[in-house]
Every structure is written in C-alpha cells, then in structure tokens.
C-alpha cells in the first residue's frame, strides 16, 4: 500500500470543442445492455489471438463529455497498435462500459471486465467518484488500472496496481490559490464548492490550504449539493465581501449555472477553478458567455492549430474520425492508453504484476508531455493554465 501522496506537474490544453455531442460508431448504442455497452470488440478473433484491454467511461449522462473524449482518445491509440502489428503480434481488443457516471454501475462494469471478458489491464473510470469505487474493488484483484482523468488524491492510495495520467487535486487546488496569489495580484478570495461531490472538496481543501500558506485571504466559503440550481443565497452571502478571487472548483455544468447568478449578484472578482471548466463553452447560453469573461483554471493538455509532431497527428485523426478537434480529455485517454499498452509490450507477459512493474519504468513521450511516474503511481508532467476569451479557450502559460 502506498503511503504518500505526491502531487507533480502535468501538461494542459486549449479546448477549442468539446464532445457532448460527439459519438463514434461504437457509442451509438450506449444504452444497450444495462448502459454496459462492448466497443472495439474482435469476436470473430480467438482470445489465444488477443490481449483484452478494459475501459470504463461516462459515454451517457451528465458527464459524459468527458468519457467519450477519453473513449475516442483511447480507441485511437488502440487503433494505431494494431496497425503496427498488435503488441507481441496479438491484436488488442478494446472491450469499454458506459457506466454513466455511477458508482454502482461503474464496480458492476469492472468485475465483468475483469471476471468475464478477461481484461488484463484497464483505462478508466473517468470522474473521481466511479474512479474510488473501482479502485477499491481492484484491490481484490490487483489488475492494473490507469485513469485518465481521476484527480482525487486518494486514487493512487488503494494499491500499487493503480495509476494516472493527469495531476491530482490537491496539486491544482494549490497550484491555483498560488497563481492567484503571485499571478493575478489577488490577496482576498472566497470558495463556492459542491460538498457532494469528492472531486469540488478536495480541490477547495486544498486551495485553502495553500491560500493560508500564501497569504491569500479566504473571507467566506459557501457550499451547495448535487442537484441545486439556485445559487443565489450563498452567492450574496460571498458579494457581502470585498474579494479579488471567486474560487468555484466544481464541473462543468454547475459553472455555467453558477457564473451568470454571480455577477447578477454584483461579484465582479475573477473566477478562478480547476479542469473540471474543459465543456463549459458547450452548454452556456450565449447571453451568459460575459461571465465567464477572464476567469482562469488548470488544464492537462494544450493543442492548437500550430501543435506539431504527435499531437498533430493526432489531433487529424481526431478530427477526420470524430469531426471534433480534440480536448485535453481526449489526449489524456490517448496518452493513458499508450503508456499502459507499452507496460503490457514492455513487460512481454500478461501477468498482472509484470504490467505492472513495467509501468513504473515508463519514460514515455506522450502527447500531453513527456511522462514517468513517481513512486505511487502519479505522473511527473508540466503544467498549462488557461482562460477564457471573447467565448474561447485561450493558453495563459505554463506554470510550476
């Protein structure tokens, strides 16, 4: 078991399009079989002729613009090992699940990975609460398992089977109360969170605590749940304040609520929040795009029209299959992908423990950067942040 949490840097996108509406040919049927939908699967192929790679992702509902970009992310790169020739000259067949977004749904898709599709390694879950969940479960059985986008701190601590490819919580959580501290001149902030929710509580557990440590005053934290639309009531309660930073770590979907009730309120601070922003774009009305005008947040990966060498093929191939341009979930799906396909080649076994030994010795060059891992399984990256422009996404800096 692991005994400690570090958190190290990780690289970041500018997110032109996002995926909400984006489906493949294998996420049509989402739905089917209990929301547990088979995808990339060779059945005309013997299983002595494959290695069965496992993958769990949101490709329906409310999150589900994040787990069919790191699903078409990692099709991609199985797609390209086996038009090199498959690893040891075995096709890998990709057999991925639409959890939904539930945890329940998620630790069900993972046993049938695992029990009876014969996975020997698997890319997901994708958001932080399916990610616990399954991560929990695999202690039974110790298969390797890589998440693509899963910053909950506590991810990596269940096991030494379980890695990542994008940075932790409490890294962007901190990372961003310091930027707004040294960066953006702020010295007063306030925190709206979902307390529901482990991925918004431990981003803004850690931006408080390295608030305090920088000298960035936090005058008011305010909360809400899953499900509320109003905001308005712990919004006054922060307007009351004079505050420079309105630190929002939360998805999505609630930013796009959350922005507008914010300046209607009358809070002019800057809007500061984490990579859980990569989608917003998508479902803002148009009379709300202003309040989102300047905000800043911490993302995994940056592409644009000027990206070269693998990231740009990639981002062709993207756009040729999907017709989208691909997000930083995208890449990260990619990337998560690849490093544990390469364990699997590096390892020339199937054994769990062989993988897995494997991708501790990675030195790999990826597409969100370059890539090794630190002793409990968290990637050692750079880091990009980013904002919003006149309704885009825009490339600030890296940041360390």
């Not at 069900?108 to 879950?125: E, S």
């Not at 507008?260 to 809070?267: D, N, S, T, W």
Request: glycine share 10%.
């Amino acid at each position: 078991m692991k005994k400690r949490i570090l958190a190290l840097l990780v690289a970041c996108m500018m997110v032109v399009a996002v995926f909400a509406g984006c489906s493949s040919e294998g996420n049509a049927d989402a739905n089917n079989d209990g929301g547990n939908t088979e995808q990339g699967g060779n059945e005309a192929v013997s299983d002595s002729d494959v290695i069965v790679l496992g993958g769990l992702a949101p490709l329906t509902g409310d999150v589900s613009v994040y787990g069919i970009a790191v699903n078409n992310g990692v099709q991609i790169a199985v797609d390209e090992v086996n038009a090199a020739g498959g690893i040891d000259g075995k096709e890998v067949k990709y057999v991925v699940y639409d959890e939904r977004g539930d945890a329940a749904e998620a630790v069900n898709a993972y046993n049938r990975l695992v029990q009876n599709d014969g996975a020997v390694a698997i890319v997901g879950d994708v958001t932080t609460n399916p990610c616990v969940a399954v991560f929990q479960q695999s202690q039974n059985d110790g298969i390797p398992i890589i998440t693509a986008s899963g910053t909950g701190d506590m991810l990596t601590t269940y096991g030494d089977n379980l890695f990542r490819a994008c940075f932790m919580d409490s890294f962007q959580g901190g990372l961003m109360a310091s930027y707004a501290y040294e960066r953006l001149g702020a010295r007063t902030a306030a925190v709206l969170f979902d307390n529901s929710d482990d991925y918004s509580v431990g981003l803004k557990d850690a931006f408080v605590a390295q608030a305090a440590e920088d000298g960035l005053e936090v005058v008011a934290v305010e909360s809400f749940t899953d499900g509320d639309v109003d905001f308005r009531a712990q919004l006054t309660n922060i307007a009351a304040n004079d505050i420079d930073i309105l630190y929002l770590p939360i998805y999505y979907e609630n930013l796009a609520l959350i922005a507008p009730q914010a300046r209607e309120v009358g809070i002019t601070a800057t809007i500061v929040g984490g990579d859980g922003y990569d989608g917003v774009l998508s479902v803002i009305e148009e009379s709300n795009l202003s309040s989102l005008e300047g905000c800043f947040y911490s993302c995994h990966a940056y592409i644009d029209e000027n990206s070269e060498g693998g990231l740009a093929d990639f981002v062709n191939k993207y756009e040729d299959l999907y017709g989208e341009t691909p997000n930083m979930f995208a890449a990260l799906g990619y990337d998560a992908a690849m490093l544990m396909m390469n364990a699997i080649d590096a390892a020339d076994s199937t054994d769990s423990q062989a993988i897995i030994d494997a991708m501790y010795a990675s030195d790999y060059d990826g597409i969100t950067g370059h890539i090794t891992f630190d002793e409990d399984g968290n990637p050692i990256k750079n880091v990009y942040v980013m904002t919003i422009t006149d309704g885009a996404y825009t490339f600030v800096e890296t940041y360390e």
